[in-house]
Nanobody, 125 residues
């Protein structure tokens, strides 16, 4: 019923940029909190950025000033603009969507009910 599909992943050199997209179906992005998470090989999943229905945002300290989360509600799409990428940010990036209209942007994975399949981001030295 609810499907999240990420796109825009790929390989870049350190310092490069990528823009990830997450298109939702069976879901209205304007009503809920959404977020991006990432998981590097051998490491735990971590929250990267989150956004609420009113476009309030929160970011992991490690990406502040470099990443921007946004959404286009008309297209039911979530974005993550990633600039000045670092090799240690090589990971699978996941789009996540909440199921409650009462929320604040959160980097806790337990706050999200729906997940995309992931988009691989590889940053070379």
């Amino acid at each position: 019923q609810v499907q999240l599909v990420e796109s825009g992943g790929g390989s870049v050199q350190a310092g490069g940029s990528l823009r990830l997209s997450c298109t939702a179906s069976g879901y209205t992005t304007s009503r809920y909190c959404m977020a991006w998470f990432r998981q590097a090989p051998g490491k735990e999943r971590e929250g990267v950025a989150a956004i609420d229905r009113f476009v309030g945002t929160t970011y992991a300290d490690s990406v502040k000033g470099r990443f921007t989360i946004s959404k286009d509600n008309a297209k039911n799409t979530l974005f993550l603009q990633m600039n000045s990428l670092k090799p240690e940010e090589t990971a699978m990036y996941y789009c996540a969507a909440g199921a409650s209209t009462y929320c604040a942007p959160s980097l806790s994975a337990t706050r999200y009910a729906y997940w995309g399949q992931g988009a691989q981001v590889t940053v070379s030295s």
